[in-house]
């Protein structure tokens, strides 16, 4: 079966950077959409951003900007970049994904709920101090 992994994540520093890898076993359809979610400790899970197939990508309100959802189709990499790190970005991230027979596309109103998604990593851990 599909199987997606993560990793990337680490401690760092206020102001920082870090570049999170997701990496999916196959493609079993051509149509898909996949996603990051996080979980910060004692919050419930929440679609950070998506990527479809066409390469249109989503993002949730509180991104403004500094997260960026990107592919290589060629290494079966989906990856997450997170700018201008704060302490709020602490937790565990998770990509996840769908495959769809009928369309390319994520769904603006509907990527970021987890039930649309069968497929998910184990997680990778995120801690952001000073």
């Known amino acids: 079966q599909v199987q997606l992994r993560e990793s990337g994540g680490e401690s760092a520093q206020i102001g920082g950077s870090l570049r999170l890898s997701c990496v999916i076993s196959?493609?079993?359809?051509?149509?898909?959409?996949m996603a990051w979610f996080r979980q910060a400790p004692g919050r419930a899970r929440q679609g950070v951003g998506s990527?479809?197939?066409?390469?249109?990508?989503y993002y949730a309100d509180f991104v403004e900007g500094r997260f960026v959802v990107s592919q290589d189709k060629s290494k079966n990499t989906l990856y997450l970049e997170i700018n201008s790190l704060k302490p709020e970005d602490t937790g565990v991230y998770y990509c996840?994904?769908?495959?769809?027979?009928?369309?390319?596309?994520?769904?603006?109103?509907?990527?970021?709920?987890?039930?649309?998604?069968?497929?998910w990593g184990q997680g990778t851990q995120v801690t952001v101090s000073s």
């Open positions: 996840a994904a769908y495959f769809s027979p009928v369309t390319p596309k994520c769904l603006a109103g509907t990527w970021y709920r987890e039930r649309g998604y069968n497929y």
């Open positions: 196959e493609y079993i359809r051509s149509q898909y959409c």
């Open positions: 990527m479809d197939s066409d390469g249109d990508t």
